[in-house]
Structure formats: C-alpha cells, structure tokens
C-alpha cells in the first residue's frame, strides 16, 4: 500500500505583529505622527543652535567644533534620517490608500473652522519642505555650489547673500509653519490626546509651537540675507570671499 503522501509545504504565513500594525491604516498614522514629534524636537534643538548665529562668527563656529566633536553626532545623524524616511514614507502610504478608498472627494459640512489653510496644504508643504532639506543639506552640510569657505559661519551667511536662496529659504519656512500648524496638534489627535476639555490647548500649543519654529528660522535668511550682510570671520583675520554669488556687501 502506497504511503500517504506529504502534505505539500505550505508558504510560512507572517505572524508578525508589527508588520500587521505598520500596514493597517492606524499604525501607519501612529508612526508618522511618533516620527513627527520626534523631528519637532530635533526643529527645536537645531533653531536654538542655528539662533547662535546672531552672536557672531566665533560663537557659532565654537558651537559647530563642539557638535562635530561629538561621538555620537553620527547616531543621532542616522536616526534623524530613518525618522524622516519613516515620516515620509508612511505619510505618502497613507495618503494614497486614503485616496484610493475615496476616489472621489465628498464635502461634508464639519463646522465654520474644520479646515485650515494648515490642515488643507499638508500634501503640498510636506513636498516643499521635502524639496527644502534636500536643497538645504546638500548646499549648507556637503557645500554643493558653493566655496567652501574656511569656517561654517562665514559658509552659512555667504549663502544668504544670494537673494534667489534667502527667498526660497523664506517661501519654504513659511510651508514648514503651516505644515506644523496642522501637524502638531494632528499628530496628538492621532495619538489619543483628543478631548473637548484638552483639545482647545493642544491646538492653541500646537499653533504656537509652529509660529515660534517658523518665525525663528525665518529670522535667519531675513536678517542675514535682506538687512545685513554679516562679514565673513576666517580665523587668520584675512579677508575672504563671503559667499557663492561674490563678496561680503
Ligand atoms: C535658516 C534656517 C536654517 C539654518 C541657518 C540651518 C543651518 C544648518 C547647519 C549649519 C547645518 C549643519 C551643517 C554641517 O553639519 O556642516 C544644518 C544641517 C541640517 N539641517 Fe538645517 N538650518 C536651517 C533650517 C532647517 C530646517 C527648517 C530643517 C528641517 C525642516 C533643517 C534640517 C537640517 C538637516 C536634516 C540637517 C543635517 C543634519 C546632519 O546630518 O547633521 N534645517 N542646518
């Protein structure tokens, strides 16, 4: 008598709880929202470094030495890159599968301040401050077309000298603020904090938290770029070309 025969292997099947989590509609929100907050603080922390700028050329570039000597600078380096991959991605994810599930867009009345100018933007602002750290890292952290000039600060503001770059920095920052002004208070929202007695302070913290980030950053390009042109500072004294556009004004 033949013997039974084996059942035929079968595809192991994915049990995995996280894969589960990231691909259903709320874990992908969580994510985008944990990985949001986490870059809020990263915004705050590189504001604050970046506003050493007003103090002069030696204080900013002690501040740089000081980073750069740092052995964890390329950790917190990689992790900055994984959260904005995660932010990116699995917003992009969600959006489409959103878009997909309602093909065609339906209006329903959700009372006078539903929407906001943040809240209705956040695809297009996402994509300019996307367009922004690209431009920004690849000009300002790797010094793509611009002389490298002998200390970060005199490198920064040379940059700003260019009125084509400080008015894009400053289109751009203004998207970063509407982007936070929907996305901070979005992220809470998604993640539980959501109740008629909280709501109200978490948007109004939210909001400031955006004009704060925004009006911070957007100083920088401003002042440097419009009101005035900071003489570069080599640490020999010698004079040096102030930016990529031609000397200091
Ligand atoms: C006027 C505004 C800003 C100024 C002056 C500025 C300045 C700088 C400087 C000096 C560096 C370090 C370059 C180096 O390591 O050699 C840097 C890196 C960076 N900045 Fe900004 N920044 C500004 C706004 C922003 C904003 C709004 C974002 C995000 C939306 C951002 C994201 C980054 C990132 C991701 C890096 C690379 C971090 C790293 O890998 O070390 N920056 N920025």
Known sequence: MPAAEAPAPTAPRCNCRAVEFLESSIGKKIMVALAGLFLCVFLLTHLAGNLILFLGGPAFDR?????????????????LVVLFLIHIALAVRARLANMAARPVAYQVYKGKDARTPGSSTMALTGTLVLVFIIIHVATIKFQV?????????GHVTGWFHNPLYAGFYVVALIGVGLHLSHGVQSAFQTLGLNHPRYTPMIKALGAAFAILIALGFLSIPVYFGFIVHAPATPPNGAAMPSGPIGGAQ
């Open 63 to 79: 501040y740089a030495q000081m980073l750069e000597s740092n052995p964890l600078l390329p950790l917190a380096e990689g992790g």
């Open 145 to 153: 077309g611009g002389a490298k000039g002998p200390d970060l600060f």
